[in-house]
């Protein structure tokens, strides 16, 4: 089950990441100027303007020390659906709003079902949305209301954070020339897990990244996780063919 537990870790850090935050709002401190926030929040909430990506992604995952690389080929629709495949299909990932699917042909095992099990399993929401935002660089928290968050100014960033952090606690850091979003910071209080996410971009134009860093503390394992593109190709026709082999066994049997 090591390939699986593996893989596993990559979907459930990235439902570590939504730290059951549904919605917020923004409360602005006054060195801010209404020019900067403006522009701040249409950039926050500009939506995701490629149709479908089709590339290669390198994923590098290291679990309290030790490292495994993989680069694997991915498929993406807007607003739609996800697809991972290693090489050789040995492990294959599909997501989309309702489902969240992988088998494994070496161990000849699959999961498949809603989200749910996975909420309950890490404790926090966990959606296809959030998903999405991550991989482009899009704060995986709703920002479009603006009380109860606070936006300061430092020399090169903007950073927004909520003010009350009985629940969770969270900050945004943009990048003040190109208004990108280059760090996203979680925290729950509860459970005390905390998540990392760091982006780099290729030219400071670009809209999306080409490299996501996570790192995070998920059941008691230091994780870090290194995205990189190696290959994209933008709004081609994408075809998503996933089917569970059959005389597979459910990882939940």
Do not use: H
């Not at 870790?9 to 709002?25: D, E, H, P, Q, R």
């Amino acid at each position: 089950m090591k390939n699986t537990k593996r893989f596993s870790y990559l979907i459930l850090l990235f439902g570590l990441m939504s730290c059951g935050v549904k919605k917020a709002s923004v409360e602005t401190v006054n060195t801010v100027s209404s020019t900067g926030k403006y522009a701040l929040f249409q950039q926050s909430q500009k939506a995701i303007e490629l149709n479908s990506l089709r590339g290669r992604l390198r994923m590098t995952l290291n679990e309290n020390g030790k490292s495994q690389t993989v680069t694997s080929t991915v498929r993406f629709e807007r607003d739609s659906a996800l697809l991972i495949s290693a090489p050789f299909g040995v492990i294959k990932a599909y997501l989309d709003q309702k489902r969240l699917s992988y088998y494994n042909k070496l161990e000849r095992s699959y999961f498949d079902g809603d989200y749910k099990y996975l909420q309950e399993l890490i404790g926090v929401e966990l959606n296809f949305t959030q998903l999405q935002n991550l991989l482009f660089a899009k704060p995986l928290i709703n920002v479009s209301s603006r009380r109860g968050l606070i936006l300061k100014s430092e020399e090169s960033y903007w950073v927004l954070s909520n003010k009350n952090k009985r629940e969770y606690d969270f900050s945004l850091t943009f990048d003040k020339n190109t208004l990108q979003l280059i760090v996203q910071d979680y925290r729950i209080t509860r459970s005390n897990q905390a998540a990392r996410i760091t982006y780099t971009y290729k030219k400071n134009t670009d809209v999306l990244p080409t490299r996501i860093k996570l790192k995070s503390l998920v059941q008691g394992s230091d994780i870090e996780v290194d995205l990189q593109w190696t290959q994209s190709e933008y709004n081609r026709k994408v075809q998503f063919n996933y089917n569970i082999p059959q005389g597979y066994k459910s990882i939940l049997e």
